[in-house]
């Protein structure tokens, strides 16, 4: 099993700046691709951006020269950068981590709120 927790999330003026931890416990080794999802109210859980254990990133085009995804494998932990933050960046965000024999999963969340 893989244990995910959030950090970082609150809120923020639009044009602002947050950085969202996610530490991972448990079977770490066996942690592959990790990434970050959000959700706002009453729509559905989308992609924001995921980083393979070798570091390549891949981003949603909304968040795309905004958002910075980045992992320390010594630390077993993934963040998230994001900057000129939007109202509609506005959400609850969820560390998401796909492990080798054992599936997929998530963290908790942390909300993140952009105020215009």
């Known amino acids: 099993q893989v244990q995910l927790v959030e950090s970082g999330g609150g809120l923020v003026q639009a044009g602002g700046s947050l950085r969202l931890s996610c530490a991972a416990s448990?079977?770490?080794?066996?942690?592959?691709?990790m990434g970050w999802y959000r959700q706002a109210p009453g729509k559905q859980r989308d992609l924001v951006a995921t980083?393979?254990?070798?570091?390549?990133?891949n981003y949603a085009d909304s968040v795309k020269d905004r958002f910075t995804i980045s992992r320390d494998n010594a630390k077993n932990t993934v963040y998230l950068q994001m900057n000129s933050l939007k109202p509609e960046d506005t959400a609850f965000y969820y560390c998401?981590?796909?492990?080798?024999?054992?599936?997929?999963?998530w963290g908790q969340g942390t909300q993140v709120t952009v105020s215009s």
């Open positions: 998401n981590a796909n492990v080798m024999l054992l599936g997929t999963f």
């Open positions: 980083i393979t254990r070798s570091g390549s990133p």
């Open positions: 448990g079977s770490i080794s066996r942690i592959s691709t």
